[in-house]
C-alpha cells in the first residue's frame, strides 16, 4: 500500500478516473508540445494518441503520417474493412468497443494455422511467413505492423511483386535488427502509410493509430447520419 508517508515527498496528480486521467494525459501532451505543430487537425489527433501509447512526447520528430494515408485508413474503416496485426498484443489494442460498430474485423496473423510449422520448413520467421500466407487477402486493407521487421519486409517485398496494396500499411516494428531499415523503405514507398522512424515503435503504438482512425470514423458516420435526419426528417 502506497501510504501518505511514502507520497510526501512525490506529488500525484489528482486525476483519478479513466476518462479522467485520459483526458489530463492529452492536456499534458498538448502543453508539452504547442503550437505550431508538426501535425494538425485529425493528424495531430492520431500522433497525440502515439505520444500517448509510448508515453514519449519525443516521438512526434520520428513520426510519418501523411493526410492521403489517414482519408484511406478512415475509409477503408468507415467500409469495414479487415484489419490483420503481427502480433496478439497489437489486436489486444484495437478494443473491439470502437471497430465493430464499424463492421470492421481484426485478425492476429499469430493465430493462423500451421504457422509454425511453415516458418521452420521454410526458414523464415514466423512473421515473414503469416504476412506471405494472407499477402492475396490484403488489398483495400489495412495491415498493422508494430513487432516485427521481417513481417514489414515481406509485405513490402510481396506489394513490389504485385500484390495489391492494403489500404493503408501501419508499420511500427520496434527492434534493433531491420527495424529502422524496414520503417525507412517504408517512408519511401509510395502506398499509403504511417510510421515511426528509428529503432523505436511496438504494438502499442501501431494499435493507437488505428483506434485514432477509428474514432474519425464513427465521428464522421454520426455527424454524417445527423445531416441525413435534418434532411429526411
Known sequence: MVTAVMMRDIPLDPAAGPEEIEARSIAIIDAAIPEPRPFAGALWQVARRCVHAVGDTGIVADLRLSGEALEAGVTALARGCAVYADTRMAVAGMPLRRLRPLGVTVTALPEIPGLEDVAARRGVTRARAA???????????????GNAPTALLALLEA?????????????????FVNAAQSKELLARSPWPHFT????????????????ALAELALTRRDIAFREWQTVHV
Do not use: D
Open 131 to 145: 504476412v506471405e500466407s494472407v499477402a492475396g487477402n490484403l488489398g483495400g486493407q489495412i495491415m498493422v505492423i
Open 196 to 211: 515511426l522512424l528509428g529503432r523505436r515503435g511496438g504494438s502499442a503504438v501501431a494499435a493507437a493509430c488505428v483506434n
Open 159 to 175: 506489394i513490389e511483386a504485385g500484390m495489391s496494396p492494403p489500404a493503408l500499411i501501419v508499420g511500427m516494428p520496434v527492434g
